[in-house]
């Protein structure tokens, strides 16, 4: 054999190789003999195409790139049954970053001619970039605008924050007033939390601290003046030492409190929002069939998408804590 084609062989086999462990869901399970595709295989509930289906007649699949992340699960079980051929869908093709190599998956996804893809996380949406003629709907990501930029589509990681307020005082009605603290690095978030809660007719008591020190002297004066008290993820000021501070004067004042940060949601009296995993499939299939380029969405922000609903996840019920844990995020 000569030297160029062994070293080719060598390299063919390789990408084989990892790419064996890739779990991807193929609608057309064909045998290959592709050295790209050698390996792979379809699991029990891959969404065939039907006998008398044709290539002329079957919408293309959409991809679905997954994180290793055990919270990406809900949102992909819910794309997998918007999409399924089964209930009118294009199908799908399942491709996870826990068995397989990133650039694996892009080249299988290029080599298939694969679209449109939905990705689920941060690192699966860094994974696969828009081109031309692909086009990456991201979803669960916490800081949207860097892809956004660079020519993504995609779907807002956690409800607004007027979705958020909502849900959180149809739980607990007596809820008028609501105190937060953050830095000034905060002030913008801080804003947007203020103008939600005027849309509702709650008052907002914010104080911007320079510490965490500070934060827990002026909430103790703060505390007798609201009903409950939102922790924004602000590093600047949830130290372990104001978080203790805190939960030990909402409890002594009866404060209801909302966070975003899992070790808060641990505290009793601690209350979460979280997105619906069917909310997010819904958006993200509209975005699917949304007329824009790459460069429209970076100049228009029209292929941005909020969710429509929030789901409250209440203290007194710790074993749905983990559903808030896996979003994060703001909803601004």
């Not at 669960?140 to 956004?148: E, G, N, T």
């Not at 002026?218 to 924004?232: E, P, W």
């Not at 808060?264 to 619906?276: C, M, R, S, T």
């Not at 069939?289 to 203290?315: C, D, H, K, M, Y």
Request: with cysteine.
């Amino acid at each position: 054999m000569l030297p160029g084609l062994h070293n080719m062989s060598i390299r063919l086999l390789l990408l084989a190789m990892v790419c064996s462990g890739c779990s991807v869901l193929y609608q057309d399970t064909a045998e290959t003999t592709d050295p790209l595709e050698r390996g792979t295989q379809a699991t029990e509930d891959t969404d065939r195409l039907a006998p008398q289906a044709t290539a002329q007649s079957t919408p293309q699949p959409v991809a679905i790139v997954v994180d290793d992340a055990a919270s990406s699960l809900a949102i992909e079980d819910a794309l997998r049954t918007r999409l399924a051929s089964a209930n009118g869908g294009p199908g799908f093709v399942r491709f996870s970053l826990a068995n397989a190599d990133p650039l694996v998956i892009e080249s299988l996804i290029t080599k298939r001619g694969l679209s449109q893809v939905i990705t689920i996380g941060d690192a699966a949406t860094a994974a696969i970039p828009p081109t031309d003629t692909r086009r990456v709907i991201f979803s669960k990501v916490q800081h949207p605008a860097a892809f956004l930029a660079q020519g993504y589509l995609g779907v807002a990681a956690v409800p607004s924050f007027v979705l958020q307020l909502s849900a959180w005082r149809a739980k607990h009605p007596h809820l008028s007033t609501v105190g937060t603290l953050a830095s000034n690095r905060f002030a913008e978030q801080v804003q947007a939390l203020r103008s939600a809660a005027e849309q509702l007719g709650i008052k907002i008591e914010a104080q911007i601290v320079a510490s965490d020190r500070e934060a827990s002297f002026v909430l103790q004066d703060l505390a007798k003046r609201i009903d409950g008290l939102i922790y924004l993820p602000d590093p600047h000021i949830l130290s372990p030492d104001f978080i203790r501070a805190a939960g030990q004067i909402s409890a002594e004042n009866n404060l209801r409190q909302l966070a975003y940060t899992p070790v808060i949601l641990n505290l009793p009296g601690v209350d979460g929002v979280a997105a619906d995993p069917l909310d997010v499939a819904e958006q993200a299939e509209e975005l699917l069939n949304l007329a824009i380029t790459p460069e429209g969405a970076r100049s228009a922000r029209a292929g941005f998408r909020a969710l429509s609903r929030a789901q409250l996840i209440v203290s007194d019920q710790p074993d749905q804590l983990a559903i808030v844990m896996r979003q994060g995020g703001l909803g601004i």
